[in-house]
């Protein structure tokens, strides 16, 4: 396992209680971090989350928040008051796919409102704090669906597309104060986005990935960690596809 040493430092993770968002959440908890782990609704699953870190749960901080909601994150930062916060990862995501002619408004609606709006709700108001110390680290949970395009993701993939564009812009916006803004694109990772697909169509992906198997969420949570680190400080405005070669 990579080893990182995040001691003395606070992490927001959006989507964090659960998925690639959880792996991401537990990775920076054993490297030394304080983590706020975000989570949109289910009180339950977060709490039992935090149950089985153990002695881990001593650094997390659940915080419940729907990041779709402009207010809500303002007054979320607000509420951190003097704390300072060196990591923000845009994790939260959600997908319903369907074909354009088929797709309803508020399919393309919630699609971009969550995958897009929320990244530039958190991220406008964890700037401001990055802005204020000089330092800051912000990782976006983009998709290989924003690069490549897949078939019935018109709203997915243009959302994924989105926070792409969007980290270049910002990352020339912030750079001479010594805050990164980079992009994780994973391809197909073995996680609950994925479980509504059918057999047939997994076993269909995995034959178009040179590695012929899925990715973990550990795998992605490691590369996240690695662009949050002090020592990718000259990586800025990137993108880190991580896809088994698709």
Same mark, same amino acid.
């Not at 002695?55 to 994150?73: H, I």
């Not at 750079?175 to 990772?189: C, D, E, S």
């Not at 969420?217 to 002090?230: C, G, P, Q, R, T």
């Given at each position: 396992?990579?080893?990182?040493?995040?001691?003395?430092?606070?992490? %927001?993770?959006?989507?964090?209680? #659960?998925?690639?968002?959880?792996?991401?959440?537990?990775?920076?908890?054993?490297?030394?971090?304080? %983590?706020?782990?975000?989570?949109?609704?289910?009180?339950?699953?977060?709490?039992?989350?935090?149950?089985?870190?153990?002695?881990?749960?001593?650094?997390?901080?659940?915080?419940?928040?729907?990041?779709?909601?402009?207010?809500?994150?303002?007054?979320?930062?607000?509420?951190?008051?003097?704390?300072?916060?060196?990591?923000?990862?845009?994790?939260?995501?959600?997908? #319903?796919? @369907?074909?354009?002619?088929?797709?309803?408004?508020? /399919?393309?609606?919630?699609v971009m409102t969550t995958n897009l709006k929320?990244?530039?709700?958190?991220?406008?108001?964890?700037?401001?704090?990055?802005? #204020?110390? #000089?330092?800051?680290?912000?990782?976006?949970?983009?998709?290989?669906?924003? %690069?490549?395009?897949?078939?019935?993701?018109?709203?997915?993939?243009?959302?994924?597309?989105?926070?792409?564009?969007?980290?270049?812009?910002?990352?020339?916006?912030?750079?001479?104060? @010594?805050?990164?803004?980079?992009?994780?694109?994973?391809?197909?990772?073995?996680?609950?986005?994925?479980?509504?697909?059918?057999?047939?169509?997994?076993? /269909?992906?995995?034959?178009?990935?040179?590695?012929?198997?899925?990715?973990?969420?550990?795998?992605?949570?490691?590369?996240?960690?690695?662009?949050?680190?002090?020592?990718?400080?000259?990586?800025?405005?990137?993108?880190?596809?991580?896809?088994?070669?698709?």
């Open positions: 396992m990579l080893q990182f040493d995040f001691k003395d430092q606070v992490a %927001v993770v959006t989507g964090g209680t #659960r998925g690639i968002g959880r792996a991401i959440t537990e990775r920076f908890l054993e490297s030394g971090a304080i %983590v706020y782990a975000i989570y949109r609704s289910n009180d339950e699953a977060a709490n039992k989350f935090k149950e089985e870190l153990g002695p881990l749960a001593e650094n997390l901080r659940l915080a419940k928040l729907d990041v779709c909601d402009y207010s809500a994150c303002e007054a979320f930062f607000n509420d951190l008051g003097d704390q300072e916060i060196h990591i923000l990862v845009n994790n939260s995501g959600i997908r #319903r796919d @369907n074909l354009l002619l088929m797709m309803k408004e508020e /399919e393309w609606d919630n929320g990244t530039f709700n958190m991220t406008k108001f964890a700037t401001n704090k990055f802005l #204020r110390s #000089r330092y800051g680290r912000i990782v976006n949970m983009s998709s290989i669906a924003g %690069v490549l395009g897949l078939p019935g993701q018109t709203n997915y993939s243009a959302s994924k597309a989105g926070q792409v564009a969007f980290a270049k812009s910002l990352s020339k916006e912030v750079a001479k104060r @010594n805050i990164t803004v980079n992009n994780i694109a994973p391809g197909f990772v073995e996680t609950e986005l994925i479980d509504d697909l059918p057999e047939a169509q997994v076993a /269909e992906y995995k034959k178009t990935v040179p590695m012929k198997r899925f990715g973990t969420s550990k795998e992605i949570a490691d590369a996240v960690l690695f662009l949050s680190s002090k020592e990718a400080g000259y990586i800025t405005g990137a993108t880190l596809e991580i896809t088994g070669g698709l």
